[in-house]
Protein backbone atom coordinates (compact mmCIF):
# COMPACT_ATOMS: atom_id res chain seq x y z
CA UNK A 1 0.00 0.00 0.00
CA UNK A 2 0.95 3.64 -0.65
CA UNK A 3 1.86 6.03 1.87
CA UNK A 4 -1.12 7.46 3.54
CA UNK A 5 -4.14 6.60 5.72
CA UNK A 6 -6.22 3.67 4.76
CA UNK A 7 -9.09 1.31 5.73
CA UNK A 8 -8.07 -2.70 5.09
CA UNK A 9 -10.54 -5.09 6.26
CA UNK A 10 -12.33 -2.58 8.28
CA UNK A 11 -9.14 -1.46 10.34
CA UNK A 12 -7.49 1.82 10.28
CA UNK A 13 -3.46 1.07 8.52
CA UNK A 14 -1.33 4.28 8.59
CA UNK A 15 1.48 4.44 6.40
CA UNK A 16 4.59 6.80 6.56
CA UNK A 17 7.88 6.61 5.38
CA UNK A 18 11.13 7.82 7.14
CA UNK A 19 13.04 10.77 6.18
CA UNK A 20 16.69 11.69 6.34
CA UNK A 21 16.18 13.38 9.20
CA UNK A 22 14.86 10.86 11.44
CA UNK A 23 16.73 8.16 10.84
CA UNK A 24 18.65 6.58 13.52
CA UNK A 25 16.38 7.49 16.01
CA UNK A 26 14.18 4.98 17.83
CA UNK A 27 10.59 3.89 16.51
CA UNK A 28 9.24 4.68 19.13
CA UNK A 29 10.32 8.36 18.82
CA UNK A 30 9.10 8.64 15.07
CA UNK A 31 5.84 7.44 15.99
CA UNK A 32 5.45 10.86 18.20
CA UNK A 33 6.91 13.33 17.27
CA UNK A 34 6.01 12.31 13.39
CA UNK A 35 2.74 10.85 13.40
CA UNK A 36 1.82 12.57 16.64
CA UNK A 37 0.91 9.56 18.11
CA UNK A 38 0.35 9.58 21.98
CA UNK A 39 2.28 8.00 24.69
CA UNK A 40 -0.95 6.02 25.64
CA UNK A 41 -2.07 5.47 21.99
CA UNK A 42 1.10 3.80 21.25
CA UNK A 43 0.97 1.51 24.48
CA UNK A 44 -2.56 0.81 22.76
CA UNK A 45 -1.51 0.00 19.71
CA UNK A 46 1.52 -2.39 20.51
CA UNK A 47 -1.54 -4.46 22.77
CA UNK A 48 -4.01 -4.36 20.28
CA UNK A 49 -2.92 -3.19 16.85
CA UNK A 50 0.00 -4.21 14.95
CA UNK A 51 3.70 -2.32 14.17
CA UNK A 52 5.95 -3.10 11.35
CA UNK A 53 8.81 -1.45 9.53
CA UNK A 54 9.24 -2.74 5.72
CA UNK A 55 6.57 -5.56 6.12
CA UNK A 56 7.89 -7.10 9.26
CA UNK A 57 6.49 -6.84 13.14
CA UNK A 58 8.68 -4.82 14.96
CA UNK A 59 9.54 -3.28 18.48
CA UNK A 60 9.33 0.25 19.31
CA UNK A 61 12.72 0.10 20.14
CA UNK A 62 13.40 -0.77 16.73
CA UNK A 63 16.08 1.92 14.93
CA UNK A 64 14.90 3.67 11.64
CA UNK A 65 16.57 4.42 8.77
CA UNK A 66 16.16 6.72 5.87
CA UNK A 67 13.05 5.18 3.51
CA UNK A 68 12.00 2.57 5.75
CA UNK A 69 8.35 1.53 5.58
CA UNK A 70 6.38 2.75 8.83
CA UNK A 71 3.16 0.87 9.14
CA UNK A 72 0.94 1.26 12.10
CA UNK A 73 -2.56 -0.39 12.63
CA UNK A 74 -4.92 0.58 14.66
CA UNK A 75 -6.56 -1.34 16.90
CA UNK A 76 -10.24 -2.18 16.23
CA UNK A 77 -12.80 -0.03 18.43
CA UNK A 78 -16.02 -1.14 20.51
CA UNK A 79 -19.10 0.57 19.23
CA UNK A 80 -20.51 3.04 21.94
CA UNK A 81 -22.88 1.56 24.35
CA UNK A 82 -25.99 3.36 24.38
CA UNK A 83 -25.63 4.71 21.18
CA UNK A 84 -28.58 4.19 18.57
CA UNK A 85 -27.59 3.78 14.85
CA UNK A 86 -30.31 4.53 12.99
CA UNK A 87 -30.72 7.35 9.95
CA UNK A 88 -31.18 10.84 10.46
CA UNK A 89 -31.00 13.77 8.23
CA UNK A 90 -27.53 15.42 7.51
CA UNK A 91 -25.17 16.51 5.07
CA UNK A 92 -21.38 15.68 4.32
CA UNK A 93 -19.00 18.84 3.62
CA UNK A 94 -16.17 16.50 3.38
CA UNK A 95 -14.64 12.84 4.57
CA UNK A 96 -12.01 11.19 3.77
CA UNK A 97 -10.37 8.00 5.98
CA UNK A 98 -9.97 10.04 9.31
CA UNK A 99 -12.80 12.06 9.79
CA UNK A 100 -15.64 13.46 8.34
CA UNK A 101 -17.43 17.52 8.60
CA UNK A 102 -20.77 17.31 8.97
CA UNK A 103 -23.50 20.36 8.27
CA UNK A 104 -25.79 19.39 10.73
CA UNK A 105 -29.62 21.01 10.52
CA UNK A 106 -31.32 22.67 13.46
CA UNK A 107 -33.38 20.32 16.02
CA UNK A 108 -31.11 17.69 15.28
CA UNK A 109 -29.14 16.78 18.85
CA UNK A 110 -25.14 15.72 18.68
CA UNK A 111 -25.01 13.43 21.09
CA UNK A 112 -28.21 11.56 23.00
CA UNK A 113 -29.29 13.40 26.29
CA UNK A 114 -31.23 11.82 29.25
CA UNK A 115 -34.60 13.09 27.78
CA UNK A 116 -33.89 11.81 24.25
CA UNK A 117 -31.28 8.80 24.10
CA UNK A 118 -32.65 7.84 20.51
CA UNK A 119 -32.03 10.53 17.39
CA UNK A 120 -28.96 11.85 17.19
CA UNK A 121 -26.52 13.45 14.98
CA UNK A 122 -23.92 10.75 16.86
CA UNK A 123 -26.51 7.73 15.92
CA UNK A 124 -27.13 8.82 12.49
CA UNK A 125 -22.63 8.83 12.04
CA UNK A 126 -22.55 5.29 13.43
CA UNK A 127 -25.22 4.26 11.22
CA UNK A 128 -23.19 5.38 8.42
CA UNK A 129 -19.89 4.24 9.78
CA UNK A 130 -21.71 0.63 9.80
CA UNK A 131 -22.88 0.59 6.43
CA UNK A 132 -19.43 1.85 5.18
CA UNK A 133 -17.77 -1.36 6.70
CA UNK A 134 -16.00 0.69 9.29
CA UNK A 135 -15.07 -0.79 12.66
CA UNK A 136 -15.41 2.81 14.65
CA UNK A 137 -17.78 4.42 16.75
CA UNK A 138 -18.70 8.30 16.34
CA UNK A 139 -16.36 10.62 17.91
CA UNK A 140 -17.83 13.92 17.66
CA UNK A 141 -14.81 16.39 18.27
CA UNK A 142 -17.04 19.80 18.14
CA UNK A 143 -20.50 19.85 18.98
CA UNK A 144 -23.59 22.26 18.53
CA UNK A 145 -26.85 22.61 20.94
CA UNK A 146 -29.89 20.67 19.10
CA UNK A 147 -31.08 24.05 17.57
CA UNK A 148 -27.80 26.08 16.32
CA UNK A 149 -27.12 24.47 12.35
CA UNK A 150 -23.77 24.18 10.89
CA UNK A 151 -20.20 22.83 10.44
CA UNK A 152 -19.12 19.63 13.01
CA UNK A 153 -16.21 17.67 13.34
CA UNK A 154 -16.28 14.01 13.50
CA UNK A 155 -13.52 11.96 13.98
CA UNK A 156 -13.31 7.79 12.55
CA UNK A 157 -11.15 6.34 15.17
CA UNK A 158 -10.29 7.79 19.00
CA UNK A 159 -6.34 8.58 17.91
CA UNK A 160 -7.31 10.92 15.49
CA UNK A 161 -10.11 12.21 18.06
CA UNK A 162 -7.10 12.35 20.39
CA UNK A 163 -5.24 14.49 17.88
CA UNK A 164 -7.46 16.94 17.09
CA UNK A 165 -8.47 17.80 20.82
CA UNK A 166 -4.43 18.53 21.18
CA UNK A 167 -5.04 20.52 17.91
CA UNK A 168 -8.12 22.43 19.35
CA UNK A 169 -6.01 23.25 22.67
CA UNK A 170 -2.59 24.63 20.49
CA UNK A 171 -5.64 26.65 18.41
CA UNK A 172 -5.07 25.06 15.44
CA UNK A 173 -8.61 23.84 15.61
CA UNK A 174 -11.19 26.73 15.15
CA UNK A 175 -14.89 27.40 14.43
CA UNK A 176 -16.76 30.55 13.62
CA UNK A 177 -20.04 31.25 13.94
CA UNK A 178 -22.62 33.94 12.02
CA UNK A 179 -25.01 34.64 14.99
CA UNK A 180 -28.11 37.14 14.36
CA UNK A 181 -29.54 39.63 17.01
CA UNK A 182 -31.89 41.95 18.45
CA UNK A 183 -31.18 45.14 18.03
CA UNK A 184 -27.59 47.39 17.10
CA UNK A 185 -24.54 47.13 18.70
CA UNK A 186 -22.64 49.98 20.16
CA UNK A 187 -19.13 49.06 18.42
CA UNK A 188 -18.87 47.05 15.33
CA UNK A 189 -16.64 44.84 16.45
CA UNK A 190 -15.34 44.31 19.96
CA UNK A 191 -14.49 41.02 22.63
CA UNK A 192 -16.90 40.00 25.70
CA UNK A 193 -14.94 39.27 28.29
CA UNK A 194 -16.91 38.15 30.95
CA UNK A 195 -17.11 34.55 33.23
CA UNK A 196 -19.47 31.65 32.43
CA UNK A 197 -21.66 29.62 34.98
CA UNK A 198 -24.63 27.54 35.81
CA UNK A 199 -27.27 29.45 36.66
CA UNK A 200 -28.43 28.57 40.17
CA UNK A 201 -31.65 26.40 40.23
CA UNK A 202 -31.06 25.62 36.59
CA UNK A 203 -29.47 22.70 35.13
CA UNK A 204 -29.98 24.04 31.36
CA UNK A 205 -29.21 27.51 31.84
CA UNK A 206 -25.75 29.35 32.25
CA UNK A 207 -25.26 33.02 33.04
CA UNK A 208 -22.39 35.95 33.39
CA UNK A 209 -21.33 35.17 37.15
CA UNK A 210 -17.68 36.43 38.84
CA UNK A 211 -16.86 32.81 39.77
CA UNK A 212 -17.59 31.18 36.50
CA UNK A 213 -14.70 29.76 34.15
CA UNK A 214 -12.99 32.29 31.58
CA UNK A 215 -15.34 32.92 28.49
CA UNK A 216 -13.88 34.82 25.61
CA UNK A 217 -16.12 36.04 22.51
CA UNK A 218 -15.07 37.76 19.68
CA UNK A 219 -17.47 39.89 17.17
CA UNK A 220 -17.77 42.12 14.12
CA UNK A 221 -20.73 42.96 12.95
CA UNK A 222 -21.04 42.26 8.71
CA UNK A 223 -24.70 43.79 7.97
CA UNK A 224 -27.69 45.55 10.05
CA UNK A 225 -31.71 45.22 9.24
CA UNK A 226 -33.86 47.68 11.34
CA UNK A 227 -34.34 45.27 13.68
CA UNK A 228 -31.43 42.70 13.77
CA UNK A 229 -28.13 42.89 13.44
CA UNK A 230 -26.20 40.09 11.99
CA UNK A 231 -22.66 39.23 13.58
CA UNK A 232 -19.77 37.26 12.82
CA UNK A 233 -17.86 35.58 15.63
CA UNK A 234 -15.02 33.76 17.12
CA UNK A 235 -14.31 32.02 20.10
CA UNK A 236 -11.34 32.45 22.31
CA UNK A 237 -13.09 29.48 24.72
CA UNK A 238 -16.05 26.93 24.47
CA UNK A 239 -18.19 27.41 27.67
CA UNK A 240 -21.77 25.84 26.79
CA UNK A 241 -24.01 27.91 25.35
CA UNK A 242 -21.01 30.87 25.22
CA UNK A 243 -22.57 33.32 22.85
CA UNK A 244 -26.35 33.22 23.54
CA UNK A 245 -24.81 33.99 27.32
CA UNK A 246 -22.78 36.78 26.18
CA UNK A 247 -25.01 38.78 23.69
CA UNK A 248 -27.62 38.22 26.08
CA UNK A 249 -25.08 39.56 28.77
CA UNK A 250 -24.92 43.11 26.63
CA UNK A 251 -28.14 43.34 25.76
CA UNK A 252 -28.43 41.77 22.49
CA UNK A 253 -29.87 38.35 22.53
CA UNK A 254 -29.62 35.90 19.61
CA UNK A 255 -33.17 36.55 17.52
CA UNK A 256 -35.15 33.57 18.57
CA UNK A 257 -33.29 33.06 21.55
CA UNK A 258 -36.02 32.63 23.79
CA UNK A 259 -34.21 30.39 27.13
CA UNK A 260 -32.09 33.87 27.42
CA UNK A 261 -34.58 36.89 26.18
CA UNK A 262 -34.79 36.76 22.57
CA UNK A 263 -38.06 36.67 20.46
CA UNK A 264 -38.93 33.61 18.61
CA UNK A 265 -41.43 36.21 16.47
CA UNK A 266 -39.09 36.17 13.18
CA UNK A 267 -37.79 32.28 13.52
CA UNK A 268 -38.40 29.07 15.96
CA UNK A 269 -35.05 28.80 17.15
CA UNK A 270 -31.71 30.69 18.35
CA UNK A 271 -30.43 32.38 14.94
CA UNK A 272 -26.88 30.51 15.38
CA UNK A 273 -24.53 28.91 12.62
CA UNK A 274 -21.64 27.39 12.73
CA UNK A 275 -20.21 28.68 8.90
CA UNK A 276 -16.64 28.52 9.28
CA UNK A 277 -13.87 25.35 10.63
CA UNK A 278 -10.64 25.78 10.07
CA UNK A 279 -7.95 22.43 10.50
CA UNK A 280 -4.94 20.85 9.84
CA UNK A 281 -5.42 17.55 8.61
CA UNK A 282 -4.29 15.15 11.44
CA UNK A 283 -2.30 12.48 8.73
CA UNK A 284 -1.00 15.06 6.01
CA UNK A 285 -1.19 17.87 8.25
CA UNK A 286 -2.40 20.01 4.88
CA UNK A 287 -4.05 23.44 6.49
CA UNK A 288 -7.76 22.88 5.45
CA UNK A 289 -10.76 24.88 5.67
CA UNK A 290 -15.40 24.29 5.34
CA UNK A 291 -17.71 26.60 5.06
CA UNK A 292 -21.60 26.11 5.62
CA UNK A 293 -24.18 28.91 3.86
CA UNK A 294 -26.80 29.81 6.46
CA UNK A 295 -29.51 28.15 6.26
CA UNK A 296 -32.86 29.48 5.02
CA UNK A 297 -34.22 30.36 7.85
CA UNK A 298 -31.72 32.62 8.96
CA UNK A 299 -31.32 34.10 5.15
CA UNK A 300 -35.16 34.78 5.51
CA UNK A 301 -34.37 37.22 8.28
CA UNK A 302 -30.66 38.65 6.74
CA UNK A 303 -32.37 39.62 3.07
CA UNK A 304 -35.39 41.38 5.28
Request: with cysteine.
Amino acid sequence: MNEGLHLFSGQFVWIKKVGADDAGEPLRQFLREKMNLSRAAVTAIKRDGHLEVNGLPVTVRRVIEENDQVTVTFPKEQESAGLLAEPVPYTIVYEDDAFMVINKPAGLQTVPSRKDWKRSLAGGVLFYLKQQGVEATAHMVTRLDRDTSGLILVAKHGFFHEMFTKMRKAHRLSREYIAIVHGHLDTHEGVIDAPIGRKEESIIERCVRSDGRPAITHYKVIKETEAFSVVAVRLETGRTHQIRVHFSHIGHPLVGDDLYGGSREAISRQALHASRLFLYHPVTEEAMTFTAPLPEDMKRLVEH
